[in-house]
């Protein structure tokens, strides 16, 4: 018995194949164009450009227009990509320009982004050993959106900063 087959016979079967793979994939990829067509439908993505309004039952600050010298220390200064390519890993760098003293430093840095699914994403604790009120890291962001950083100083008050990602490919 012979179980080889010939040269010809193998190339003809290869052939059948590639074709109903290739019929079966135009199938799908007529699903697919009429997804495209209809797809006006579709929605934008929103961004959520709301602020938070209070941390720990306390009311943030949110400086419009000029900051006063003093506002220009309290305010989170932050450092983020304009773009990420990608979302699972955004590096972002916090600071104030405040001394930190025993009398006022900062106590509490959040990073907040109301588009993640979880939108408190992060929180560091600092104290006046410290020395600098400084954080670098990376964060997730799902999409396009603004990250919100509040400071929040042992005196009670907190100021928020913020800055707009855009976000290429998603993170979360």
Not at 19 to 45: D, H, R
Not at 73 to 80: A, D, F, Y
Not at 96 to 124: A, C, E, R, W
């Amino acid at each position: 018995m012979n179980d080889r087959i010939s040269r010809r016979d193998f190339i003809k079967k290869a052939a059948t194949v590639s074709t109903v793979v290739i019929i079966g994939s135009g199938v799908s990829l007529g699903k697919a164009g009429k997804a495209f067509a209809n797809s006006e439908k579709l929605k934008p993505v929103e961004i959520s450009k709301a602020y938070v309004k209070e941390v720990n039952g306390k009311k943030v600050t949110w400086v419009k227009g000029m900051p006063t010298p003093e506002e220009k220390l309290l305010i989170p200064k932050i450092r983020l990509p304009l773009i990420a390519q990608n979302g699972t890993m955004v590096p972002l760098t916090m600071e104030v320009g405040l001394p930190m003293t025993q009398q006022k430093y900062l106590k509490t840095f959040y990073i907040y982004d109301l588009n993640n699914p979880h939108f408190v994403v992060g929180s560091f604790n600092l104290s006046p050993a410290n020395g600098r009120a400084y954080i670098s890291t990376r964060i997730k962001l799902q999409q396009e959106s603004y990250v919100q950083i509040l400071a929040e100083y042992s005196d009670g008050s907190v100021y928020g900063g913020r800055k707009l990602v855009k976000v290429t490919v998603g993170g979360c």
